[in-house]
């Protein structure tokens, strides 16, 4: 597989690269106008996730943009348990919303893994149509939600400020949520290897809301879970071998057990200092991140100055091993052209590390 520009791919496998390659959370959204326009055409955030001809053309807007080193897969986490029938969508000013919620045991009961290649066929298809309109270009990253934060708002039956639902559930029937988890560890499985087998280069567990969990319960209800996926994946072996990222918000407390969950690369937030990561996790993988989402809303000084004490904080001369990424998705209230000055100085500033 020939990639005109692969250094994302050997920054996460920590081989040399000549600059620290970037990508952005929640890079394709609302804060681009061409986002907006296409949405609008579409009609709904679901009529544009579930076309294909729709995902590519959103997928490929921001790297058309900016000098991107990846792209993403324009989809959400929740098509999942949309797939499981619990039919997902978003109210206008609300966010995402399930007409059916899993809080009892017959609603735990009627939960099935579904058959990613029938159920989410529109992306395994979206994920054919961009490789080929990348045409080789950056890499194709592909996603899914960690069991636990699909089964937060799968609980929840849509978002939540408190938990309070999951919470419930967790002290109360520990055995339902874990039949929950159970039934995601097999449907984001499934389905990361169905993304794979149509193509992604890469992919990466999103699990927003591991860190509201005390310590013992984020190892028992999320990492466990997370680290069945990651050895259960089909990722190929060698130079080809397809690598796992995995991303907790909030995760300062286990990145040693992160650094051993199997996973090639560990998502960090703002929170925690790379330096301090790569010591807890004894360098065995690589980190993505993590500047502060809201330094996007800063001058242009600003933005330059916070994007030089990322990467001076991993420092590593000569080594790769960094991605540079926020510590979460971009706010749709970002100046476009401030995501142009991010990209711009991480790219040259980093030149420096890589000699
Ligand atoms: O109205 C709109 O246009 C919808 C906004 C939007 C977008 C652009 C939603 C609804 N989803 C997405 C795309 C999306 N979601 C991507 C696309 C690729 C990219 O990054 O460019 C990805 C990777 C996600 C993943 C996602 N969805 C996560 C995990 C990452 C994260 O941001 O923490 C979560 C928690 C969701 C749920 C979700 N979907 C949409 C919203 C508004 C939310 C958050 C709801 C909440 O706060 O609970």
Redesign the pocket.
Same mark, same amino acid.
């Given at each position: 597989m020939h990639l005109d520009n692969d250094t994302f791919l050997r920054a996460l496998r920590k081989q040399k690269t000549e600059y620290t390659p970037i990508w952005l959370?929640?890079?394709?959204?609302?804060y681009l106008p061409e986002?907006m326009a296409t949405?609008t055409k579409a009609g709904s %955030?679901m009529g544009?996730a579930t076309s294909p001809q729709f995902a590519t053309e959103v997928t490929l807007q =921001?790297v058309d943009r900016y000098p991107l080193d990846a792209a #993403?897969? &324009?989809?959400? #986490?929740?098509t999942v348990p949309d797939a499981m029938g619990l039919d997902l969508s978003?109210v206008a000013g609300e966010? =995402?919303k399930f007409s059916k919620a899993v809080r009892d045991e017959e609603s735990v009961r009627a939960l099935f893994s579904p058959d990613p290649t029938e159920k989410l066929g529109y992306v395994m298809e979206a994920v054919k149509q961009i490789r080929k309109a990348l045409n080789g270009r950056i890499p194709l990253i592909g %996603?899914s939600?960690s069991p636990f934060?699909l089964a937060t708002?799968m609980v929840e039956g849509g978002?939540?400020r408190d938990f309070r639902l999951t919470k419930n559930m967790l002290y109360k029937r520990p055995d339902l949520l874990h039949k929950i988890l159970d039934v995601n560890c097999k449907a984001v499985t499934d389905y990361l290897n169905a993304q794979i087998e149509a193509g992604v280069q890469a992919v990466m567990i &999103?699990d927003?809301w591991g860190g509201i969990l005390s310590h013992a319960d984020y190892l028992e209800f999320s990492l466990d879970y997370m680290e069945r996926i990651v050895q259960s994946l089909d990722v190929g072996t060698d130079e080809e071998k397809v690598p796992v990222i995995l991303f907790t918000?909030g995760s300062g407390a286990w990145l040693k057990e992160l650094g051993n969950s199997g996973a090639e690369a560990i998502g960090v937030d703002w929170t925690v200092g790379l330096k301090q990561a790569r010591e807890a996790m004894e360098d065995k993988v690589a980190l993505q991140g993590n500047l502060d989402p809201a330094v996007l809303f800063a001058s242009e000084d600003s933005i330059r100055c916070q994007a030089r004490k990322v990467i001076d904080d991993f420092g590593m001369v000569g080594q790769g091993g960094h991605v540079f990424n926020l510590g979460?998705?971009v706010d749709k209230a970002v100046l476009p052209e401030s995501v142009g000055i991010l990209v711009d100085e991480v790219h040259k500033y980093s030149r420096k590390y890589h000699q």
């Open positions: 959370m929640r890079q394709a959204g609302r986002y949405r %955030f544009l =921001p #993403i897969l &324009f989809s959400d #986490i929740l978003f966010g =995402p %996603f939600g934060t708002y978002s939540t &999103f927003t918000k979460h998705g």
